[in-house]
């Protein structure tokens, strides 16, 4: 009987202490929700200079396998050329370091 009773006190022990960091889990989630619904979300319909650079390619490919009547060309031209120059504006390319300002020249001379 006294050994039933140490078993009863040991289960009793170790039941308790799940339930400390069952309670812990849920506080720390709900502090991390907290902290994410805080942070600014972004704008979901935003265009980057990363779409708009894709939709420049799916313009360039799409031209190039037919997609496009005739007649319709002109106008696709007109935006490509435009969305071309805004992206050149806003996002330069950029250059590798250490040949930013460097004259390209042929290797072995």
Known sequence: MATKKRNLKKSATTATAPQATATAQPQAAQAQAQAQ???PQPDPTALSIGDLKNLLTILDVASTRGAFK???????GIVYNKLQAFLAKVAPEQTPEGTAGAPATAEGQ
């Open 70 to 76: 005739a007649n319709e060309m002109a106008g696709v």
């Open 37 to 39: 619904a805080q942070a």
